[in-house]
């Protein structure tokens, strides 16, 4: 428990993460600021036009800002933890050090998650309602959940690949990879690999844990409910599964 | 200032996180091999195919790679504290920031030529004379989007390299390419047209096809800029970066 | 010879270094003491134009650091022994700062072989313990044959060989007219190594005597720094 209280503070005590957590907060006014535009091109249109505006839908949009800024977090509250040597010395064994981070980072995760998802969601649906056709809140919780969770997900994948990769620049490299040129790589396959492929990717999970159809062409949909949940698990616990037995194989 | 770059060139072959990025980038040749092979395993059994350029398919992967490469050549050094040492040998800020964009871009702008010419050409001669969709065009006629790419690579290395100054930070460096590259892309995609195609044209990664002539995607269409502007964009990137760098390392104590 | 007048700097609300005007002569070695945080390593970056002085000037052979062409050739310093790149060797390190000063490679061995790294030149310089890096770090201050040096706790990881080593070696670059100015806690090493001392306390000048002058009126030159910091330790233990 101390140890967690100890990661905690390291945390909170580091501006960077201060402006890592404004930056992934912050995705809400870029939505804002989508929404305003998109007001914009509304107003000006013609009647005809006006009948088929069409928008996406901005928490899942912009997302990717908290995901990357908390998978971030996640990865350097390993790879720049210069106290690491003496924490070790306090806390002999390192695991117990990997976890806490794990939690602090998931569980600011959770929370910076549901703070910009759910308030996209009601920021740009209060913009736009009445000019685009929106969803209702009862029919998209059920998405606006597993996107929430997926930014805590980042945030414990991006501890594990710090431990992998042991470097900040290596790490986020692979979390970028994972995150944008896997599916951008992967949409170009040739069917059936392009839906197979795009249909593990963490952006497809949470339609896919809801049910609901598709919304980038870019992923797949082939994926029960249960199954896109185990597959969002697996992102956040294998690295940091693996990061473990790695930090015991290379130093006892 | 022979000298500052004699000695930049020493300090990005010196270490190992150099050959790692240039490793990772040119894995593309081999990715873009085993790609070819299989598009030519399904054309024989199916006739033809319309399937995606290698060397377009993979090059997120060259960009990310030698962007992080642009962004370590200065953060590296701020994070170990070999900077201050470095301004000490070379107290004129401004030439030691100006050594390092031009052996970083040097080396990029080889590095992803070599990469994606390589990918570019060992694929065509893979492909023969069967029909893939990327090869429907001339060996030749397809060089200059390869040479774009491969200068959009290296202005992107130099974007990191300055937005590394900028930001004094390993992760904020590289998240700020990563914004340019992505982020900000893939938002601009979901606006409403015709602002999505207009405000996607002056996205880094859709200069590149712009500078050829190209369009840009399906959805998106052909983009406003003609070449010579998207061109010019390309470079204002590169530069508006490296001056925020410069104003930074200037200002800043060491 | 390296001259400060009226240097200061402000870190915010911090005031490193208040007012510091001394002047540090070739031809002997100038002791730097003063208790933690009493502005020392700061008024090093000051010389060097690492830091910008909030106002004031500091000085070397009557420029400033920004303005030479070749530094390395005139000024010699070690800041931080731990400021390597951990992945680069102990010869590539000496060889990219020789480099940018026209300093050819025959140097670059000379000066390994003199701090006695010549064995681990190839090897990867964050492999170094803190001694090893701190002759790498003299290593490199020495590159350009420069006639003023700055050294900021040297002494620091070095086994009592590679103290008396830094000893002889700080003499001898004294008296072959170079200018030298040496921080360091360790009073009764300073007493054998050092001619004049300076001592500042929260920024500002203390005393700016000779050894000879500190130690008259106290029993060593310990005692007379004790008595002559007392009011300026900001950092001490409670007693
Ligand atoms: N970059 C900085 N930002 C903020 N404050 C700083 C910075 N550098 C130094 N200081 C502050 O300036 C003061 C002087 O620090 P300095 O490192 O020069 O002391 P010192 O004499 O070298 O101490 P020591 O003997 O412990 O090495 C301290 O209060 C320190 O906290
Ligand atoms: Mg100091």
């Not at chain 2, 096809?209 to 369009?215: E, K, L, S, V």
């Not at chain 3, 052979?61 to 060797?89: M, Q």
Request: glycine share 12%.
């Amino acid at each position: 428990m101390s140890v967690l209280a100890a990661e905690w503070l390291k945390v909170r005590s580091i501006r960077s993460s201060h402006l890592i957590v404004g930056i992934g907060l912050g995705s809400v006014l870029l939505a804002a600021g989508l929404a305003w535009m998109a007001i914009g091109m509304y107003e000006d249109a013609s009647p005809s036009m006006r009948r088929s505006a069409r928008i996406a839908e901005l928490e899942e949009v912009v997302v990717i800002v908290p995901q990357l800024c908390l998978g971030i977090l996640g990865l350097v509250s390993w790879t720049s933890d210069r106290v690491l040597q003496t924490s070790l010395t306090i806390v002999p064994r390192r695991w117990p050090v990997l976890m806490s981070k794990a939690a602090v980072a998931g569980g600011l995760g959770l929370v910076v998650g549901a703070v910009t998802v759910f308030g996209t969601f009601f920021l740009s649906r209060g913009m736009l309602a009445g000019r685009y056709p929106v969803s209702g809140f009862a029919e998209s919780w059920p998405i606006l959940v597993p996107t929430s969770i997926s930014v805590a997900v980042f945030a414990v994948l991006g501890v594990g690949l710090g431990v992998i990769m042991r470097s900040t620049a290596g790490a986020v490299a692979v979390l970028v990879g994972l995150v944008y040129v896997i599916p951008m790589i992967g949409g170009n396959l040739p069917e059936p690999w392009s839906e197979r492929l795009g249909s593990v990717m963490m952006g497809a999970l949470p339609r896919e844990i809801a049910g609901a159809s598709l919304a980038s062409s870019v992923y797949g949909e082939l994926l029960s409910p249960v199954a896109a949940a185990l597959v969002l698990a697996a992102y956040a616990l294998l690295p940091l599964l693996a990061g473990a037995w790695l930090l015991r194989r290379r130093d006892a | 200032m022979r000298a500052v770059l004699a000695s930049e060139w020493l300090k990005l072959r010196s270490v190992g996180s150099t050959g790692y990025a240039v490793g990772a980038a040119a894995l593309t040749i081999v990715l873009g091999i085993v790609w070819t092979l299989y598009v030519v395993s399904l054309a024989d059994a199916r006739g033809s195919i319309r399937a995606a350029a290698p060397e377009e398919g993979f090059l997120p992967l060259v960009q990310v790679s030698l962007a992080v490469l642009g962004v370590l050549a200065i953060t590296s050094e701020q994070a170990d504290g070999m900077l201050r040492t470095s301004l000490a040998a070379v107290p004129r800020r401004g030439r030691l920031l100006f050594a390092k964009a031009a052996v970083v871009g040097g080396v990029t702008l080889a590095a992803s030529a070599a990469v994606l010419i390589a990918t570019y050409t060992i694929s065509r001669l893979i492909a023969g004379d069967r029909a893939l969709g990327f090869n429907d065009i001339g060996l030749l006629d397809g060089l200059p989007t390869v040479l774009a790419s491969a200068l959009s690579v290296a202005v992107l290395a130099l974007v990191g390299l300055g937005l590394g100054a900028a930001t004094r930070s390993t992760a904020a460096g590289i998240f700020s390419v990563v914004s340019l590259l992505f982020v900000l892309p893939s938002v601009a995609a979901y606006l409403p047209a015709p602002w999505n195609t207009r405000v996607a044209s002056i996205m880094l990664p859709n200069l590149v096809p712009q500078i050829a002539g190209d369009r840009l995607s399906r959805r998106l269409g052909d983009g406003v800029l003609p070449p010579w502007a998207a061109l010019l964009v390309l470079i204002a990137y590169g530069a508006a970066a490296l001056l925020a760098g410069y104003l930074v390392l200037r200002r800043r104590d060491a | 010879m390296i001259e400060l007048r009226q240097l200061t700097k402000r870190y915010g609300d911090t005031l490193a270094v208040d007012e510091l005007s001394f002047r540090v002569e070739p031809g002997h070695v100038t002791g730097f003491l003063g208790p933690n945080g009493a502005g020392k390593s700061t008024s090093m970056r000051l010389v060097l134009g690492l830091d910008a002085p909030t106002s004031g000037q500091a000085l070397v052979n009557g420029g400033r650091y920004a303005d030479l062409r070749r530094p390395l050739h005139e000024v010699g310093a070690l800041l931080d022994a731990g400021a390597v790149h951990p992945g680069r060797s102990a010869y590539n390190h000496l060889m990219c700062l020789a480099l940018s000063n026209d300093i050819g490679a025959r140097r670059v061995a000379q000066v390994l072989e003199l701090v006695g790294l010549s064995g681990v030149a190839r090897k990867k310089a964050g492999g170094f313990s803190l001694g090893m890096k701190q002759r790498l770090g003299i290593a490199a201050a020495l590159l350009g044959d420069p006639g003023v040096l700055m050294f900021d706790e040297p002494v620091n990881g070095l086994d009592p060989d590679g103290v008396r080593w830094i000893r002889g070696l700080m003499r001898g670059l004294a008296e072959e007219g170079r200018t030298v100015l040496l921080s360091s806690h360790l009073m009764s090493e300073m007493a054998l190594t050092a001619d004049r001392i300076v001592i500042v306390g929260r920024g500002r000048l203390v005393a700016d005597a000779t050894v000879a002058e500190l130690t008259a009126g106290y029993p060593s030159l310990e005692e007379a720094y004790m008595a002559l910091t007392a009011s300026s330790v900001e950092y001490g233990a409670a007693r």
